[in-house]
């Protein structure tokens, strides 16, 4: 019987640093050679500290459909070689009760995120918006509304949380450090936004930890990113 080999924390840090960026090259690279067609529609989007970069809904969308499905399963083929039960990763059933409550305390949440950005005036970047809007505007709500809460939660809430749980940093340790890591890929907002993510992040780690659910943060994350897809379409 082959030997479990867990993550290190360092090498579960950097591993899921380069997974997640070397991965969608080939794939943006494969993008490029379907035609012109894939950068119509470009939009121009403020990536804060990063300055403006010319975005292409159609590219960047696919990059981020395709590459993160691929992030899933090349991350689940890593765990079995290592004899990880995919199981560590959080169990999938749906309670219905487990969704209602969480529903209730993600509501109050982000009815205070709201309160938050309303008193302090800050605005979600308008380039962005335009970006998340553009026509086809299907493959923006996959991206937003359906993958980034799958491949997110799988990398962040399961795989990383998995890890470092079982090192010094512990379940509240692995919280911490899994949410700050989540928040710093969303670079493109101001500071004040990325501390609502970082506190959003804590909310979905303790989930994961309190019903030991991936399936709950999934479906939390979710309806938080339709709900800012809907705000987005109707009242931008």
Do not use: C
């Amino acid at each position: 019987m082959n030997e479990r080999k867990n993550f290190s924390a360092w090498w579960a840090i950097i591993f899921t640093i380069l997974t997640f960026n070397l991965v969608p090259i080939p794939f943006v690279l494969v993008i490029s050679l379907l035609g012109d067609w894939v950068y119509q529609n470009p939009v121009i989007v403020d990536m804060n500290y990063m300055g403006e970069i010319k975005m292409h809904p159609v590219a960047d969308n696919l990059t981020t459909i395709l590459s993160m499905s691929a992030i899933i399963l090349f991350l689940a083929w890593r765990m079995q070689k290592r004899n990880i039960p995919l199981t560590e990763l959080g169990s999938l059933e749906i309670k219905t009760k487990d969704v209602l409550f969480g529903t209730l305390f993600l509501s109050l949440f982000i009815g205070l995120e709201e309160l938050y950005m309303w008193l302090l005036g800050i605005e979600m970047p308008k380039g962005f918006i335009e970006f998340l809007l553009s026509k086809p505007i299907i493959l923006g709500f996959i991206s937003v509304v359906i993958i980034a809460p799958i491949a997110e939660e799988f990398i962040f809430r399961g795989f990383l949380f998995s890890q470092l749980k079982l090192t010094k940093l512990g379940p509240w340790g692995a919280i911490s450090l899994s949410s700050l890591l989540w928040t710093v890929i969303h670079f493109q907002y101001e500071l004040k936004i990325l501390l609502v993510l970082f506190l959003f992040g804590l909310f979905l780690g303790y989930v994961r930890m309190a019903y030991q659910s991936l399936s709950l943060p999934i479906i939390l994350h979710g309806i938080n990113n339709l709900f800012a897809f809907v705000m987005a379409y109707y009242f931008f």
